[in-house]
């Protein structure tokens, strides 16, 4: 089993950027396909991006393309979502998660792990 840990989150001004961070306790990273998912307040939680197992496939949500970039580092066990150009929509919990399978995957049921969250507030 394996734990996660979000880091990174807090109050941003539109246009400003965050890196989000996910660290892994109990099994190395490097075994799980990673996810990045959000949810704002009265919504259902949606994906975000994905990446593979050997960081080489991604996935991401067309709403984030070209804004965000997800990045695992194997050595340190930690996947990242670098977002830029934040938006006061992007104003979520984003939460990172973990599946056993070798694809990047966008449906919140494919994946067997999640962290706790992180908020994520932009200002206009």
């Known amino acids: 089993q394996v734990q996660l840990v979000e880091s990174g989150g807090g109050l941003v001004q539109a246009g400003g950027s965050l890196r989000l961070s996910c660290a892994a306790s109990?099994?190395?990273?490097?075994?799980?396909?990673m996810g990045w998912f959000r949810q704002a307040p009265g919504k259902e939680r949606e994906f975000v991006a994905s990446?593979?197992?050997?960081?080489?496939?991604?996935k991401y949500a067309d709403f984030v393309r070209g804004r965000f970039t997800v990045l695992r580092d194997i050595v340190k066990s930690t996947v990242y979502l670098q977002m830029n150009s934040l938006k006061p929509e992007d104003t979520a919990v984003f939460y990172c998660a973990a599946r056993s399978g070798y694809s990047p995957k966008g449906d919140p049921i494919d994946y067997d792990y999640w962290g706790q969250g992180t908020q994520v507030t932009v200002s206009s």
């Open positions: 109990g099994r190395t990273l490097s075994m799980y396909t």
């Open positions: 990446i593979s197992r050997s960081g080489v496939n991604t």
